[in-house]
């Protein structure tokens, strides 16, 4: 008996000793292709792309579990895209501070105008020789006038009210509007599209050892510290190197059940040899 809890005692001795002495193998990229911190611009594929923030957080550790800290970023690029917009065609727009209706004659127009909105409330309000409200007669529409001697004189209100200003554009053509230059793409009955260029930006997130495509390149990413983004093409020997982690995980896993059934052996044999005799 006491040769078999030597022998089970030797072997965890053993699977102890391999356990605690052995070391874990971590990623690591040789020359990777991208090595920047948080703020650092880097080039891919003839694009800018922005290392715009690198943050870790922790996760986990509820229930007496031990948190993870995970480091994540984000990349960012801005870029002109052509963005179009519909004037539909009996519509109000706002054109240098001021309002216009859209107005298109005819099924196949190539071209729309622009007819201003006059705001017949306020150069009413603004002359204190008319009324407020216009006058609607069975002939039409009037302003009502009081002259200093008294008198009331109804002024048809096409004589009253300024001509409003008309601008037509035809398509190929531009203008301001949205505080931007716009061209005319296409003109329907419906209404006329313009369109004109934005810039916008292009937001990527990345995790640790996540596998992304920027600018149509393919990288696997691997943060060595809390404050620097690695990325790498070599896509293969990162795959190496997470199957040889793997490899340890499952010996160090093997090692560390051996050590728990020799020592239980042991005890098991010892306690067993104390068991009286019946015989």
Known sequence: MAVFVALFLGVAGVAGALTATAESPEIAFENPEIDASQNES???????????????????????????????????????????????????????????RVEIAG???TEFTLVEVID?????????????????????????????GGDRTLVPVEEYFPAPEERTYATGETFDYGGQTVTVDDVTAGGA?????????????????SELTLSGTNFVAHFPDASTLQMTTDIESYEAQAAEIDRFNQYNSGLSRVLVL??????????MAFIPSRY
């Open 262 to 271: 020799s020592v239980l052996s042991s005890i098991m044999l010892a306690g």
């Open 42 to 100: 880097i080039e891919v594929g003839g694009e800018t792309w922005l290392v715009a923030d690198i943050s870790e957080t922790e996760e986990g550790g509820g229930h007496g579990g031990g948190a993870t800290t995970v480091v994540t970023a984000t990349l960012e690029r801005e870029y002109t895209a052509e963005t179009s917009e519909t004037l539909a065609n009996g519509s109000t727009v706002s054109v240098d501070d001021r309002e216009w």
């Open 120 to 148: 017949r409330q306020a150069i009413l309000g603004a002359d204190d020789d008319a009324e407020n409200e216009t006058v609607t007669l069975d002939d039409g529409e009037y302003v009502a006038v009081t002259d200093d």
């Open 107 to 109: 099924e196949n127009a």
């Open 193 to 209: 599209v313009v369109v004109y260029e934005t810039t916008q930006t292009e937001s990527v997130e990345v995790s640790q050892h």
